[in-house]
């Protein structure tokens, strides 16, 4: 797990060996966070191309292990960032056809197996990447991202070339980026549920991400070919809950093989739980699992306890410090470059610095769990909605006719195609969300990029039920801050690596071929959401926690508490004078919206909150465009 980084000028553009040099230790330094036991680099002046690195070792701890890696032709250059889960075996297939290696690092795999395969090489990876890797002989770059984006990669075309990094801040180092603010992309981050900037935009007009499941070619410092070389497949077919437990099993066995300690993240809930107690089967030592909540008596710090004693784990539990969590909230905010809000993510970095402290660097979660086996509380609407929609096919037309216990999904999902009615949802979310807040010339030309991507995953969900639609823009997209997001940057921050079993590419195929019914058995039983796996891990778990009532990790920590406790008075001060980003926000509005927060009049906290985030990011900007 790492921070990557690189440059590639265009032609024509001069540059000295020791200016490119120095562009590439700038990065790195504003990476060293996610690579804090060794930074590289490696240019070459007469193409014009450098590439950088800092490492947090966890395989190959010795100096073959060292990046920006090179082949021993010197054909190849490669900055790497992740885990290939199938190393092991990739290496015997690759040792087999001739490749001889130098280490044991999954990096030298990952170089030798593109000199096997060439690009095609990504259908053969399982695991979490983002890498560049330079292609002396064919003259090009070649960039690549997992397929459900569990590692970032940013990048911008300026003037002078292409630049890449696994932050905003890394590419920012590099001149010439148009830092101009996007406002569609801060428009986005007020719909419905998005708590981010959706991919592939940014706050900066000059930066993007690439895709989740998508790769690039770089040639000459220009942008040759963008592609997605995966499609999730959400085909159904009949699941049993022995199969998905199998393929978890060695999901969890795969994210357990580490030349570093390897703990856990508890917070007491059925997908934590399940995870641990396969780490415990698999370990002959405790696991060291790690829980955060409101106080001594939260009660996810409860249902902690009882599994980590059940388990016989070595155990730690925290507790919340408005204080200190507002000057985490202000790091994260700096360390992701743009706003994001989500109170479980600074809650996640506070126990993985603990987690840093006690000398671990890997970490497993039940990230994405929720998403793949609709664990939410919505999903029982949902999935009722959807057997109604099936049931009526073609008639499902007109409002009259719409139960009023479901009129809640609106006709704008009635009156759009299969794989595009997530995202008619967050068209007409525009009224909403934007009401007032975003200034009407500016609203009237605003493009609506979530809906935009959210109609982008829909398409390979276009024969599937209504919720399998829904729920793939979620794992997708939508709720990236709580499943990708949350597995990078809260750890890296602390330089932790996160892994998610729930998110391995084998337990994703099955989870999206299982029928939703298996997953929503019953419509007013919220207690057996997720079934399948609840079934499929079921001596793992005690009934009493199986069967709890959802809860989520930090529900004893409330946004709306917070804002109108311990984090009012920065609030007050933000939205004194609220900066109207550009001329995006209507200010007077903005601040009547804080203003009116927990009378009966306001708007939702979640609202209110994205708002405070936007806010403070924006007074953090300016801040630091006066330093400069």
């Given at each position: 797990?790492?921070?990557?980084?690189?440059?590639?000028?265009?032609?024509?553009?001069?540059?000295?060996?020791?200016?490119?040099?120095?562009?590439?230790?700038?990065?790195?330094?504003?990476?060293?966070?996610?690579?804090?036991?060794?930074?590289?680099?490696?240019?070459?002046?007469?193409?014009?191309?450098?590439?950088?690195?800092?490492?947090?070792?966890?395989?190959?701890?010795?100096?073959?292990?060292?990046?920006?890696?090179?082949?021993?032709?010197?054909?190849?250059?490669?900055?790497?960032?992740?885990?290939?889960?199938?190393?092991?075996?990739?290496?015997?297939?690759?040792?087999?056809?001739?490749?001889?290696?130098?280490?044991?690092?999954?990096?030298?795999?990952?170089?030798?197996?593109?000199?096997?395969?060439?690009?095609?090489?990504?259908?053969?990876?399982?695991?979490?990447?983002?890498?560049?890797?330079?292609?002396?002989?064919?003259?090009?770059?070649?960039?690549?991202?997992?397929?459900?984006?569990?590692?970032?990669?940013?990048?911008?075309?300026?003037?002078?070339?292409?630049?890449?990094?696994?932050?905003?801040?890394?590419?920012?180092?590099?001149?010439?980026?148009?830092?101009?603010?996007?406002?569609?992309?801060?428009?986005?981050?007020?719909?419905?549920?998005?708590?981010?900037?959706?991919?592939?935009?940014?706050?900066?007009?000059?930066?993007?991400?690439?895709?989740?499941?998508?790769?690039?070619?770089?040639?000459?410092?220009?942008?040759?070919?963008?592609?997605?070389?995966?499609?999730?497949?959400?085909?159904?077919?009949?699941?049993?809950?022995?199969?998905?437990?199998?393929?978890?099993?060695?999901?969890?066995?795969?994210?357990?093989?580490a030349d570093v300690p390897v703990g856990a993240l508890l917070s007491g809930g059925?997908?934590?739980?399940?995870?641990?107690?396969?780490?415990?089967?698999?370990?002959?030592?405790?696991?060291?699992?790690?829980?955060?909540?409101?106080?001594?008596?939260?009660?996810?710090?409860?249902?902690?306890?009882?599994?980590?004693?059940?388990?016989?784990?070595?155990?730690?539990?925290?507790?919340?410090?408005?204080?200190?969590?507002?000057?985490?909230?202000?790091?994260?905010?700096?360390?992701?470059?743009?706003?994001?809000?989500?109170l479980p993510l600074i809650h996640t970095h506070e126990l993985c610095r603990a987690?840093?402290?006690?000398?671990?660097?890997?970490?497993?979660?039940?990230?994405?769990?929720?998403?793949?086996?609709?664990?939410?509380?919505?999903?029982?609407?949902?999935?009722?909605?959807?057997?109604?929609?099936?049931?009526?096919?073609?008639?499902?037309?007109?409002?009259?006719?719409?139960?009023?216990?479901?009129?809640?999904?609106?006709?704008?999902?009635?009156?759009?195609?299969?794989?595009?009615?997530?995202?008619?949802?967050?068209?007409?979310?525009?009224?909403?969300?934007?009401?007032?807040?975003?200034?009407?010339?500016?609203?009237?030309?605003?493009?609506?990029?979530?809906?935009?991507?959210?109609?982008?995953?829909?398409?390979?969900?276009?024969?599937?039920?209504?919720?399998?639609?829904?729920?793939?823009?979620?794992?997708?997209?939508?709720?990236?801050?709580?499943?990708?997001?949350?597995?990078?940057?809260?750890?890296?921050?602390?330089?932790?690596?996160?892994?998610?079993?729930?998110?391995?590419?084998?337990?994703?195929?099955?989870?999206?071929?299982?029928?939703?019914?298996?997953?929503?058995?019953?419509?007013?039983?919220?207690?057996?959401?997720?079934?399948?796996?609840?079934?499929?891990?079921?001596?793992?778990?005690?009934?009493?926690?199986?069967?709890?009532?959802?809860?989520?990790?930090?529900?004893?920590?409330q946004e709306r508490d917070v804002l109108a406790g311990p984090w009012r008075e920065?609030?007050?001060?933000?939205?004194?004078?609220?900066?109207?980003?550009?001329?995006?926000?209507?200010?007077?509005?903005?601040?009547?919206?804080?203003?009116?927060?927990?009378?009966?009049?306001?708007?939702?906290?979640?609202?209110?909150?994205?708002?405070?985030?936007?806010?403070?990011?924006?007074?953090?900007?300016?801040?630091?465009?006066?330093?400069?």
């Open positions: 797990m790492c921070g990557i980084g690189g440059v590639w000028l265009r032609a024509g553009a001069a540059v000295e060996a020791s200016d490119l040099s120095g562009t590439l230790n700038r990065m790195n330094k504003r990476l060293e966070h996610r690579g804090p036991d060794e930074q590289g680099t490696w240019l070459d002046p007469q193409v014009g191309i450098g590439l950088c690195h800092a490492r947090l070792a966890i395989l190959d701890l010795s100096p073959t292990g060292h990046q920006p890696m090179l082949s021993a032709d010197g054909r190849l250059a490669i900055t790497y960032n992740g885990e290939i889960y199938n190393c092991s075996e990739l290496r015997s297939t690759l040792e087999a056809h001739g490749s001889r290696f130098r280490g044991t690092s999954d990096t030298e795999v990952l170089l030798e197996a593109y000199r096997l395969y060439g690009t095609d090489v990504l259908r053969h990876l399982r695991g979490m990447f983002a890498f560049a890797l330079f292609d002396r002989e064919e003259g090009i770059l070649f960039c690549a991202r997992d397929r459900i984006g569990k590692k970032p990669f940013l990048y911008a075309v300026t003037s002078g070339g292409f630049v890449f990094g696994s932050e905003i801040p890394a590419v920012l180092a590099v001149p010439g980026c148009d830092t101009s603010l996007d406002h569609a992309a801060l428009a986005a981050l007020l719909l419905r549920n998005v708590r981010h900037i959706p991919d592939p935009w940014t706050a900066y007009r000059g930066l993007r991400r690439l895709r989740p499941g998508h790769a690039m070619i770089v040639r000459a410092g220009r942008i040759a070919r963008v592609w997605r070389y995966w499609t999730p497949d959400a085909a159904p077919r009949p699941i049993a809950p022995a199969e998905l437990r199998d393929a978890l099993e060695e999901s969890v066995r795969l994210r357990m093989v059925v997908d934590s739980s399940a995870v641990v107690g396969l780490m415990r089967q698999l370990s002959p030592a405790p696991i060291r699992t790690y829980a955060l909540g409101f106080d001594r008596h939260d009660e996810d710090l409860r249902r902690a306890r009882v599994m980590a004693d059940r388990l016989g784990c070595q155990h730690r539990e925290f507790y919340f410090e408005p204080t200190r969590q507002l000057a985490v909230f202000r790091k994260m905010l700096a360390t992701y470059g743009e706003p994001i809000m989500l987690v840093s402290d006690d000398g671990i660097k890997v970490v497993l979660t039940g990230n994405g769990a929720d998403e793949l086996f609709c664990g939410y509380t919505g999903n029982l609407r949902t999935a009722r909605f959807s057997t109604w929609l099936a049931r009526l096919g073609p008639l499902a037309v007109g409002a009259r006719i719409v139960p009023p216990s479901l009129r809640g999904h609106s006709m704008a999902v009635l009156a759009s195609r299969p794989g595009e009615r997530k995202a008619a949802l967050y068209r007409a979310a525009e009224r909403r969300g934007w009401n007032r807040v975003i200034a009407p010339d500016v609203g009237r030309t605003l493009h609506n990029a979530v809906a935009e991507e959210a109609a982008y995953w829909g398409q390979f969900a276009a024969t599937s039920p209504y919720i399998d639609e829904s729920n793939l823009v979620a794992l997708m997209f939508e709720n990236a801050h709580s499943v990708t997001i949350a597995g990078d940057l809260p750890g890296m921050m602390a330089s932790v690596e996160v892994r998610a079993p729930f998110l391995d590419q084998e337990v994703v195929s099955l989870a999206l071929a299982v029928h939703y019914r298996e997953k929503v058995p019953d419509f007013k039983k919220p207690e057996r959401l997720k079934q399948i796996l609840k079934t499929a891990v079921t001596d793992l778990v005690p009934d009493h926690l199986l069967y709890a009532p959802k809860r989520g990790f930090g529900f004893g920590i920065i609030g007050d001060e933000l939205f004194d004078e609220p900066d109207d980003a550009d001329g995006l926000f209507v200010s007077r509005e903005v601040k009547r919206l804080w203003a009116s927060h927990g009378t009966r009049m306001g708007r939702p906290s979640e609202e209110v909150a994205k708002h405070f985030a936007v806010q403070f990011w924006l007074r953090e900007r300016r801040t630091a465009e006066l330093r400069v």
